[in-house]
């Protein structure tokens, strides 16, 4: 007679229950189990086949209209750099320092006077991104993003913090 922890249910048909194992029923067992098998169809989007929907290869570029367009970003980091206002000095009682955590994992540390704006801190986030993409400011405690990017450093940090950056999408 079989102990109740020594039944086990093998779903073979429709649930037939096995007593134990059997002679070979490791063999068995191996056999009857089908192997890993990758997926080898074809998948489908919404809009069709996904053949249909690849990528066109990238077109080779212009290399005049590549150098214009790095021209182009360099002289507008160079604009937002003449923009950035001076730093304070250390220990004036007007400024504010910042830890930036950049979206590529550097951080930057620096002040800002109570009242530069927060345009200012994201212009100083973008010079050191090198991009002309927009960012966006976020307090990292307690988390939350700010919008008006017209608001003093002052009015909306009281002291020194810690400010995530993310790009805009």
């Given amino acids: 007679m079989l102990r109740p922890y020594q039944k086990y249910i093998k779903f073979k048909d429709l649930g037939e229950e096995d007593t134990g194992p059997q002679k070979g029923g490791e063999e068995q067992k191996k056999k009857e189990e089908p192997g890993f098998q990758a997926f080898a169809g074809k998948g489908h989007t919404l809009a069709g086949s996904a053949e249909k929907s690849k990528p066109a290869a990238k077109e080779t570029a212009d290399p005049e209209m590549e150098d214009a367009m790095y021209l182009s970003q360099a002289m507008f980091i160079s604009e937002l750099e003449s923009r950035i206002p001076k730093e304070p000095a250390p220990g ?11 979206p590529d994992g550097r951080n930057a540390k620096r002040s800002f006077a109570k009242s530069d704006t927060l345009g200012d801190v994201a212009n100083f ?3 050191q991104l090198t991009t002309t993409k927009d960012v966006k400011l976020i307090c990292a405690y307690p988390r939350r993003p700010y919008e008006d990017m017209r608001m003093a450093v002052g009015a909306a940090f009281s002291q020194d913090a810690m400010v995530i950056v993310e790009l805009a999408k």
């Fill in 125 to 127: 986030c973008k010079v």
């Fill in 92 to 102: 004036d009682p007007h400024a504010v320092t910042l830890s930036l955590r950049l």
